[in-house]
């Protein structure tokens, strides 16, 4: 009863934000996102009868706290989906900086679904898998899907899964991430905007939104997506920065790297678009042709950078892939 999976991070497009149902992880509205490659977590999981304790290791350090809290949701789901009681062995794995807003909870919690699902014996689909994911962070929940993703809300996992958003721009997509190291706490930035006076206009023009850029992905419109994008983390912001404490996690770089971009699409025509989740930290999409010119401009703002394309699905690895 073990195995090891992979699942890649996501770079929310229209983002959700604040969550009605904290232990389920229920969010307010819908989100779409696309996952970033090669960036990914790689999860080995193993049931043990004979285990009296859960043991769980991200990165080589054991986790305790909120953090086990959070993976216990998701390992109690799959016991109770699978009808044992075993102790479990979790061990994961990040190749690209963690806590800095280029979601690794998302990546972190798909790959741990996929893999307890398959260590349990389940059969499962990945939408069905996606449920399991969500209960450790939602974003998780369209990283098992992969690609291009829709989560849609609900209060059930009937309702509440993900779904792949088939579109030809996941081949010429290309995501210059411009990493602005800054500690950030993403429950603690659910909780702010649910209480901004500004979220229930989120509330009102989300679902538009989300409309919105389902057809331009439909329609593989670069520029109509990702303008989509960059409005929405502006918006995602808002609400954020006004909330009971006023928390603003952007830093001098962040707007450094904002005016860049916009710079280069004003004055040099070039499909650019900034966007960000909840951290200091860049995504930069643009497409292959001028991926070289938009790295040169982010790194000009003095970040290091990297360059990713689009990730598929979580997936299922072979033995010899194991972190034990």
Known sequence: MKATAKAHPIQGLVKYHGMRDEELRLPYHDSISVC?????????AAFDPDR?????????????????????AVVDHVRDLAGIDHGVRFESANNFPTNIGF??????????????????????????ISTVARRGSSSAARAVTGAFSHLRTG?????CRSERIETDLEDDLRIVAGMVPSYKETEEAHKEAAESHMFESRMAHIHGQISDMRDALYDSDFDAVFDLAEKDSLSLAAATMTGPA??????PRTIEIFNAVRELRNAEDVPVYFSVDTGASVYINTTEAYVGRVEETVADCGVDTRVWDVGGPAQVLDEDKALF
């Open 246 to 251: 006023g928390w603003v996690y952007w830093q």
């Open 52 to 72: 009296e304790e859960d043991v769980y290791v991200i990165d080589g350090e054991e986790v305790t706290g909120r953090g086990a809290e959070r993976i216990d």
């Open 103 to 128: 979601g690794s909870s998302s990546s972190g919690f798909a790959a741990a679904a996929m893999a307890l699902v398959e260590a349990a014996g389940l059969d499962m689909t990945r939408p069905e």
């Open 155 to 159: 209060m059930n996992d009937k309702d």
């Open 36 to 44: 970033t490659a090669p960036s990914h977590s790689k999860t080995t």
